[in-house]
């Protein structure tokens, strides 16, 4: 009863400031807070008790409650329970204190609320926009309930330039992103070097901001966002397809049949196979070991070929629907997957022994994009990056979900907190995704696949899911609603946190280092809006603009 | 130590030899339960709206152009291909083809448009499905009778004619 101590714990120590709370089951806690004492109540969890951040969530819920809604979530790991703190705005005063001073992971969830909902975090260290365009007129938050989901505001410039920060003195500024050569999505970085050091960095990212959470909870249905939600990431689809069901399924209280438990955590676990050998061969290719590269996806392929056996396709396996899974894992399929994963574990047994003694790579890893345990707490670091620090989280042993409790499995983890550390843990979890897949295959029993869920889900429940994804946790967090979809859906990506992580990682390093160090998390960069040519016969040079690139390439075909 | 790891790298490769397929030189054989283009069969449907309904893309419309012709559109523009609509056909009309190579510079080339006659009850007013479908052919729906001329005119070109229910969507190049 880990939840109630909790509880009656904050109403020991902040009396009357706790409103009230909900506790649904032993796992989850919902404490709503005096909007004064938001900042005190999570101070106390994040230093005294020692919890980690999750996520903030701000939700629009002027519709039923006349009020805007606050979420501050942590997670207490040993004590295996998911904690959020919740606070209501009236809508003529949305303001809250930032928590920002507190806890530093929350910056970025923080002026993401700014952005889309209007709520203004008083104190906040950088209140610049993160997720909207600078071009997109002030006032206008396309989050709120008011604003429809495809509606361009008046006034909005999209040709405006950002407006980046000052560099300091005596430093140079090299812009990285938003596209990079050696990786694919776009994300920029403007570094400030000094010589080729590295000492500090400006982020400018969501240029492929989708409105995917507008989306779903004005346009879809529940059972239509399990497939709109594995689109969130090209690597880790699954993770988010069964991190939103659950959230779901754990809002309304539903229990998926075994069976589909099972399937759930084999194909998340073949999932996590996949990335981490797709990781490790983009990993070794950005610092230019392309031996390993070719390997790993040699090495890789096999496991897309199963899976498209087992869901019909390489990627998007379309997996979960609420209370359920779609696919079967029949015996035939069993035996093949027992085999591909004899050969993958026989053959990256090889590349193990043979990466772990090259000295080349530990050159270029080891003491690099160094992520200690200071910041991986603050920062709020997650997945191997915080394994790799010696910070023993794993959501699947701390916050269980599908059929996790039911297998045995270690925690890999690692002391030196560099890039390095983070390979090693990355090519050790293979293994051990490869025992936990054995034993599901064992363990699966016969059964139904689906929940028949025979009404309608309840209304204006919370739901919290945490899903250890191969880059880290992904959190969902849902509150069900009215016309067959959800009132808020908000997705916590594990990048999300680890970006914040860069500038500190990336700090006071060679700026060699500056692509495998942000390789090592997962993510992307690199652009100038403008671009030189030379006509070589008269020698004249033309600096084209942006404007003049554009139309030549979206010229119309005669 | 580390020449030994170069060794053994080596090894690796040499024993793995050439990988690549011969991809799209010779066709490389599918998986039974592969998810590709959808395929709706129009002797099978009977015009639940089923697909409809659960499709996530929003990709099938269905509209009825007069009491007894129902109109399933597929518009194939979004298409996740994700099989929702194959799942919950009663009459499994939606196979998931085998088809995957599917680029084309005219996104209407992967729409489909079912032309679905549903026959009415007489005695409890719903639709049901035709008999055979030459015997359609003659019903109402699908012939009108020309009073004018005083002749039947036959297939439901007299309905379909016309503004689509739905424009195709055009890609904007600018």
């Known amino acids: 009863m880990i939840a109630r101590q909790m509880f009656e714990e904050f109403k020991a120590r902040f009396g009357p400031l706790i409103q009230r709370a909900d506790l649904p089951s032993d796992s989850r806690l919902y404490v709503f807070v005096d909007r004064s004492a938001v900042k005190y109540v999570c101070q106390h969890i994040f230093r005294e008790l020692d919890a980690r951040y999750v996520a903030s969530i701000g939700s629009d819920d002027r519709p039923f409650s006349g009020t805007f809604l606050v979420a501050h979530n942590f997670a207490f790991d040993k004590d295996h329970l998911l904690c959020s703190v919740l606070t209501q705005l009236p809508q003529d005063d949305l303001k809250i204190d930032s928590i920002t001073a507190m806890v530093p992971a929350a910056s970025w969830a923080e002026r993401e609320m700014r952005d889309l909902l ?54 140079m500024v090299v812009p990285f992103g938003p596209f990079h050569p050696t990786l694919d999505e776009p994300a920029h970085f ?63 209280v539903l229990k998926p049949p075994p069976r589909a438990e099972y399937i759930r955590t084999i194909m998340l676990e073949l999932e996590r196979l996949h990335s981490h050998l797709l990781w490790t061969g983009l990993a070794c290719h950005i610092v230019g070991f392309d031996t390993l590269f070719m390997q790993s996806f040699r090495i890789r392929e096999p496991i897309m070929w199963i899976a498209e056996k087992i869901s019909g396709n390489r990627k998007t396996y379309a ?103 983070r ?32 009404d309608e889900l309840p209304i204006g429940r919370m739901g919290l899911s945490s899903v ?53 998390i ?24 942006q404007q003049e690139l554009l139309q030549m390439t979206r010229k119309k075909e005669p | 130590m580390s020449l030994l790891s170069k060794l053994e790298e080596t090894l690796i490769c040499l024993k793995a030899g050439r990988v ?49 012709v129902r109109v399933l559109q597929y518009l194939g523009r979004r298409c996740t291909y994700c099989g929702r609509c194959a799942d919950v056909c009663p009459e499994k009309a939606i196979t998931m083809s085998l088809e995957f190579e599917n680029a084309t510079n005219q996104i209407g080339d992967l729409g489909q448009k079912l032309e679905l006659f549903m026959s009415t009850c007489q005695r409890c007013g719903r639709c049901f499905k035709g008999a055979a479908a030459l015997d359609e052919l003659k019903m109402k729906g699908y012939r009108s009778d020309d009073l004018e001329s005083e002749r039947w005119v036959y297939r439901a070109h007299a309905f379909l004619e ?8 055009e890609i904007e190049l600018d």
């Open chain 1, 522 to 545: 997962d993510p992307c960069f690199s652009c100038t809006d403008r671009l030189e040519t030379i006509d070589l016969r008269s020698g004249e040079k033309k600096v084209w603009s």
């Open chain 1, 423 to 454: 390979l090693v843990v990355r090519m050790k979890e293979v293994f051990e995704s490869i025992k936990i897949m054995r034993q599901c295959l064992d363990k699966m029993e016969d059964g139904p696949l689906q929940l028949e869920i025979k």
């Open chain 1, 190 to 252: 403007r570094l400030y070097v000094e010589g080729e050091m590295v000492r500090g960095c400006e982020y400018r990212g969501f240029m492929v901001h989708r409105g995917i959470e507008k989306l779903a909870e004005s346009v879809m249905s529940y059972n239509d966002i399990p497939m709109l939600a594995e689109r969130i990431c090209g690597i880790c689809g699954c993770v988010h397809n069964v991190a939103y069901v659950q959230a779901v399924e754990d809002a309304a």
């Open chain 1, 319 to 421: 997996l979960c629907v609420i209370g359920g899974v779609r696919r079967d894992i029949t015996d035939e399929l069993k035996t093949e997957l027992r085999a591909v994963l004899d050969k993958l574990e026989s053959e990256w047994r090889a590349v193990v022994g043979a990466v772990s003694n090259d000295r080349n790579i530990q050159k270029r890893t080891r003491d690099v994009g160094v992520a200690d345990k200071l910041l991986v707490k603050s920062a709020g670091l997650v997945g191997p990056v915080a394994r790799a620090a010696g910070v023993d989280i794993d959501c699947r042993r701390d916050l269980p979900y599908a059929a996790y409790d039911r297998v045995d499995f270690d925690v890999i983890t690692a002391q030196s907190a560099d890039v390095w550390a």
């Open chain 2, 162 to 169: 016309g503004e689509p229910a739905v424009a195709d969507i």
């Open chain 1, 468 to 520: 250890e994804a191969p880059r880290g946790e992904a959190h969902h967090f849902v509150i069900t609603g009215e016309n067959n979809r959800p009132r808020r859906w908000r997705v916590r990506a594990p990048t999300y946190q680890n970006l914040q992580g860069v500038p500190a990682m990336i700090k006071d390093q060679q700026i060699a280092d500056m692509t495998i160090s942000l390789g090592s």
């Open chain 1, 118 to 171: 209007g709520i203004e975090p008083v104190g906040h260290s950088y209140p610049k926009r993160l997720v909207l365009p600078d071009g997109w007129p002030e006032g206008k938050h396309p989050l709120r309930k008011d604003v429809p989901w495809n509606e361009v505001p008046e006034g909005y410039d999209e040709e405006r330039e950002f407006k980046f920060d000052e560099p300091p003195e005596g430093c």
């Open chain 2, 20 to 68: 690549t397929l011969p991809y799209p030189a010779q066709a490389q054989p599918l998986p039974e339960k592969f998810r590709g283009r959808p395929i709706f069969d129009a002797t099978k449907c009977i015009g639940c709206a089923g697909c409809a309904n659960n499709c996530p893309a929003r990709e099938i419309l269905v509209y009825d152009v007069c009491q007894e």
